[in-house]
């Protein structure tokens, strides 16, 4: 996936990116990935920024199963329990954290969504991701 393309006449982007250009030949779908760990446990419950990371860490762990990166993801849809402004703060610092432990710019083409739940009721964020790999 190449990096976000600046694309005139839309406003700035501000941590994600309007354009994205798919470039590989093999599509990578992944179910919604949520704050858990390996053993299904919810990480950080009624914590936003903690699931946040985790959530991209189980990104990473399922993207480096079907051989993909962070480098590959050509579209994510966050899903967030209850979205309201204030709740920009906590997602990217979860965001942060994450990209600072696994060392990756998690951000590329990205759309938000506010949704009433998810799975279970301690579950507060969800990641929809799509890779292309050469």
Same mark, same amino acid.
């Given at each position: 996936?190449?990096?976000?393309?600046?694309?005139?006449?839309?406003?700035?982007? $501000?941590?994600?990116?309007?354009?994205?250009?798919?470039?590989?030949?093999?599509?990578?779908?992944?179910?919604?990935?949520?704050? $858990?760990?390996?053993?299904?446990?919810?990480?950080?419950?009624?914590d936003l920024a903690a699931q946040t990371e985790q959530a991209l860490?189980?990104?990473?762990?399922?993207?480096?199963?079907?051989?993909?990166?962070?480098?590959?993801?050509?579209?994510?849809?966050?899903?967030?329990?209850?979205?309201?402004?204030?709740?920009?703060?906590?997602?990217?610092?979860?965001?942060?954290?994450?990209?600072?432990?696994?060392?990756?710019?998690?951000?590329?083409?990205?759309?938000?969504?506010?949704? $009433?739940?998810?799975?279970?009721?301690?579950?507060?964020?969800?990641?929809?991701?799509?890779?292309?790999?050469?």
């Amino acid at each position: 996936m190449a990096a976000g393309v600046h694309t005139a006449g839309l406003v700035e982007p $501000q941590g994600y990116a309007h354009v994205g250009i798919a470039t590989g030949t093999r599509t990578v779908y992944l179910a919604g990935q949520v704050g $858990q760990d390996a053993d299904g446990a919810v990480v950080g419950v009624g914590d936003l920024a903690a699931q946040t990371e985790q959530a991209l860490v189980n990104v990473s762990i399922a993207l480096d199963a079907a051989g993909a990166s962070f480098d590959d993801v050509a579209k994510t849809t966050i899903y967030v329990v209850g979205w309201t402004r204030e709740m920009m703060g906590p997602l990217f610092e979860g965001l942060g954290r994450a990209a600072a432990r696994l060392e990756i710019d998690p951000v590329g083409p990205t759309t938000l969504v506010g949704v $009433q739940a998810l799975a279970t009721p301690e579950i507060l964020v969800e990641f929809d991701v799509t890779a292309v790999v050469a």
